[in-house]
């Protein structure tokens, strides 16, 4: 393969869209969102176990391309065990890494795959909709989430 | 699938020589355009068109008395008469100008629906309406109480259950609205023998023609609907462009859409008269270099020959339809015979959006998603599919190329 597509389409993030972690309803949920990319038709409900501020597990379920599958996939394996705060740290991180591709992600963490999204600025929101539906999961109020 | 025999092909790839767009390298391969159910590409002739008015006679229309205004009208309303003789209306006043398909079908929803109907009264569609044919008469019977009904297809095949039409054309119903070209499934339905019915049982209708009226010879007495609409940009034209005809009877009473200059007889502070028409209907100044535009693609296209673009389209689509769906793992919804020229297609495993991703970086600009059916796609049980739209520019090598393509794609996903 090829230069930047090789870069959008890393090995992990095949992998992870092929077989998605963490793809189930998470029955002891305390919070939950939906988010959705509607002129794409991606759509995902994400299930936090938040045991105080700590994300005691983390599913989701949905539908939707590669970029988007692996992303909420990724997503969920890194966030098991962290506080609420150390959540939304990491997703500014992430969304500073797929819209700016700067990344202050170490190569061995996984989320570094994401860095090639920022050159295809149509998928950007692929990238992200995990991850602003976490924000509303996230949140007292979960709302339904569009990225559009 | 009957194909065409042997002489076309060459003189279908000269006239890319036509299309300055089309000589471009994209990602470091040869462009292949397979997005013009979206919007066309421009031959060098409408480019020109655009440039002499604005070089030469730009100026408003209808007002001046002067040299450059006479020109600028003369050529809008020669425009007009053009699109008259494109489509066989009776005369130029039946012709309205708009922005696109999308406004035409919004000014008959508001105009002449807020109008006509009335609770409890039917407004009939389709299931195959792309978004612009569904949400302004979503609204429209939201208004006036009127119910919306939908003229059910028969599946994947994507074909319309005739076997229905009189049920859904009686008790009730005032208004019939459909595409002639689904832009999804690729159906060519037909229109004439269904407004002919809807006629009969006293329903109006409208056709939707935005894929249409590049692509086959159209006639409105023909088709007996009462309006048609569609877009400049789909058949060679500028953006910003379209047209809706509509029957003089229908037209006159109708109340006007949009209000303001151009379109008035007299404006007293406290009452105004309209204009005749087409002028009722086009407040305000029209897109005239646009019109102008129109003007030299109807040129083109009729240059060229609308009978044997349908034909070249028919044949592309045919053999795209037989190669894609020989490849393992790939499903082409619409009709298996007698379709328009595109092909819209599932890939087992790969979602729609990577697919599109991946062609793009080999020069191949198609399209993905709901492409405006969401609908539709939710009865048939779809998130997206790709799609690849072809015109008379495109080729066989170019489907050959899609087609490898798509076994690159197969192979990165691995599936
Ligand atoms: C069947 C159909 N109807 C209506 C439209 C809307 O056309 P426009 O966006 O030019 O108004 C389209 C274009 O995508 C179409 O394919």
């Given at each position: 393969?090829?230069?930047?597509?090789?870069?959008l389409?890393q090995?992990?993030?095949?992998?992870?869209?092929?077989?998605?972690?963490?793809?189930?309803?998470?029955?002891?949920?305390?919070?939950?969102?939906?988010?959705?990319?509607?002129?794409?038709?991606?759509?995902?409900?994400?299930?936090?176990?938040?045991?105080?501020?700590?994300?005691?597990?983390i599913?989701?379920?949905?539908?939707?391309?590669?970029?988007?599958?692996?992303?909420?996939?990724?997503?969920?394996?890194?966030?098991?065990?962290?506080?609420?705060?150390?959540?939304?740290?990491?997703?500014?991180?992430?969304?500073e890494?797929?819209?700016?591709?700067?990344?202050?992600?170490?190569?061995?963490?996984?989320?570094?795959?994401?860095?090639?999204?920022?050159?295809?600025?149509?998928?950007?929101?692929?990238?992200?909709l995990?991850?602003?539906?976490l924000?509303?999961?996230?949140?007292?109020?979960?709302?339904?989430?569009?990225t559009? | 699938?009957?194909?065409?025999?042997?002489?076309?092909?060459?003189?279908?790839?000269?006239?890319?020589?036509?299309?300055?767009?089309?000589?471009?390298?994209?990602?470091?391969?040869?462009?292949?355009?397979?997005?013009?159910?979206?919007?066309?590409?421009?031959?060098?002739?409408?480019?020109?068109?655009?440039?002499?008015?604005?070089?030469?006679?730009?100026?408003?229309?209808?007002?001046?008395?002067?040299?450059?205004?006479?020109?600028?009208?003369?050529?809008?309303?020669?425009?007009?008469?053009?699109?008259?003789?494109?489509?066989?209306?009776?005369e130029?006043?039946?012709?309205?100008?708009?922005?696109?398909?999308?406004?035409?079908?919004?000014?008959?929803?508001?105009?002449?629906?807020?109008?006509?109907?009335?609770?409890?009264?039917?407004?009939?569609?389709?299931?195959?309406?792309?978004?612009?044919?569904?949400?302004?008469?979503?609204?429209?019977?939201?208004?006036?109480?009127?119910?919306?009904?939908?003229?059910?297809?028969?599946?994947?095949?994507?074909?319309?259950d005739?076997?229905?039409?009189?049920?859904?054309?009686?008790?009730?119903?005032?208004?019939?609205?459909?595409?002639?070209?689904?832009?999804?499934?690729?159906?060519?339905?037909?229109?004439?023998?269904?407004?002919?019915?809807?006629?009969?049982?006293?329903?109006?209708?409208?056709?939707?023609?935005?894929?249409?009226?590049?692509?086959?010879?159209?006639?409105?007495?023909?088709?007996?609907?009462?309006?048609?609409?569609?877009?400049?940009?789909?058949?060679?034209?500028?953006?910003?462009?379209?047209?809706?005809?509509?029957r003089?009877?229908?037209l006159?009473?109708?109340?006007?859409?949009?209000?303001?200059?151009?379109?008035?007889?007299?404006?007293?502070?406290?009452?105004?008269?309209?204009?005749?028409?087409?002028?009722?209907?086009?407040?305000?100044?029209?897109?005239?270099?646009?019109?102008?535009?129109?003007?030299?693609?109807?040129?083109?296209?009729?240059?060229?020959?609308?009978?044997?673009?349908?034909?070249?389209?028919?044949?592309?689509?045919?053999?795209?339809y037989?190669?894609?769906?020989?490849?393992?793992?790939?499903?082409?919804?619409?009709?298996?015979?007698?379709?328009?020229g595109?092909?819209?297609?599932?890939?087992?495993?790969?979602?729609?959006?990577?697919?599109?991703?991946v062609?793009?970086?080999?020069?191949?600009?198609?399209?993905?998603?709901?492409?405006?059916?969401q609908?539709?796609?939710?009865?048939?049980?779809?998130?997206?599919?790709?799609?690849?739209?072809?015109?008379?520019?495109?080729?066989?090598?170019?489907?050959?190329?899609?087609?490898?393509?798509?076994?690159?794609?197969?192979?990165?996903?691995?599936?």
């Amino acid at each position: 393969m090829f230069g930047e597509l090789s870069e959008l389409y890393q090995e992990v993030i095949l992998d992870h869209s092929r077989q998605p972690r963490n793809f189930r309803v998470l029955d002891g949920a305390n919070h939950q969102a939906q988010g959705a990319n509607p002129l794409c038709g991606d759509q995902l409900t994400l299930y936090v176990d938040l045991a105080g501020e700590v994300v005691r597990d983390i599913s989701f379920k949905g539908a939707g391309c590669a970029i988007a599958k692996a992303s909420a996939s990724l997503m969920t394996t890194s966030l098991k065990g962290k506080t609420r705060a150390e959540a939304r740290a990491l997703a500014a991180r992430f969304r500073e890494l797929v819209l700016a591709g700067k990344s202050d992600f170490s190569n061995s963490d996984k989320l570094a795959a994401f860095a090639g999204v920022h050159k295809f600025p149509a998928r950007v929101k692929c990238a992200m909709l995990a991850w602003r539906t976490l924000e509303a999961a996230l949140t007292e109020s979960p709302e339904r989430v569009s990225t559009e | 699938m009957n194909r065409l025999v042997e002489k076309p092909s060459r003189k279908w790839s000269a006239l890319r020589a036509d299309f300055p767009v089309l000589r471009q390298k994209v990602h470091g391969h040869p462009l292949v355009y397979f997005d013009n159910a979206a919007t066309s590409q421009k031959p060098r002739m409408v480019i020109d068109a655009l440039r002499h008015y604005y070089e030469h006679d730009n100026s408003n229309v209808h007002r001046g008395i002067h040299e450059l205004s006479n020109r600028a009208t003369a050529a809008y309303e020669g425009a007009r008469s053009r699109v008259a003789q494109f489509i066989h209306a009776r005369e130029p006043a039946e012709i309205v100008f708009t922005r696109g398909t999308t406004e035409g079908i919004n000014l008959v929803a508001h105009s002449w629906g807020t109008e006509h109907l009335k609770p409890g009264d039917r407004i009939l569609l389709t299931q195959m309406e792309h978004h612009s044919n569904l949400v302004p008469w979503q609204l429209l019977a939201q208004r006036t109480g009127a119910q919306l009904l939908y003229l059910p297809i028969t599946g994947r095949d994507g074909l319309l259950d005739l076997s229905q039409l009189d049920s859904y054309l009686t008790q009730g119903t005032k208004v019939l609205a459909m595409t002639h070209i689904s832009n999804t499934l690729g159906t060519v339905n037909p229109v004439a023998e269904i407004c002919g019915r809807a006629r009969e049982l006293g329903v109006t209708t409208l056709i939707d023609a935005a894929q249409s009226a590049g692509h086959l010879c159209l006639d409105v007495q023909a088709i007996g609907c009462d309006f048609l609409a569609f877009s400049g940009h789909k058949l060679c034209g500028p953006t910003g462009i379209g047209v809706l005809y509509g029957r003089r009877e229908r037209l006159e009473a109708m109340p006007p859409y949009q209000t303001g200059g151009d379109m008035i007889a007299s404006v007293d502070y406290d009452h105004s008269t309209w204009n005749q028409l087409p002028h009722k209907f086009e407040a305000g100044t029209p897109h005239i270099a646009g019109a102008i535009g129109l003007h030299a693609a109807m040129d083109y296209l009729d240059a060229i020959g609308r009978n044997d673009i349908f034909k070249h389209d028919q044949e592309l689509a045919g053999y795209a339809y037989d190669r894609l769906s020989s490849m393992k793992g790939i499903q082409v919804l619409g009709p298996s015979t007698g379709r328009a020229g595109l092909v819209s297609f599932l890939m087992e495993s790969v979602h729609a959006h990577d697919l599109v991703t991946v062609a793009d970086q080999f020069g191949l600009a198609l399209r993905g998603g709901h492409h405006c059916n969401q609908p539709l796609m939710k009865l048939l049980g779809i998130e997206a599919t790709a799609r690849a739209s072809f015109y008379f520019y495109n080729t066989k090598v170019e489907v050959d190329r899609l087609v490898d393509v798509l076994g690159e794609i197969r192979k990165l996903f691995g599936s």
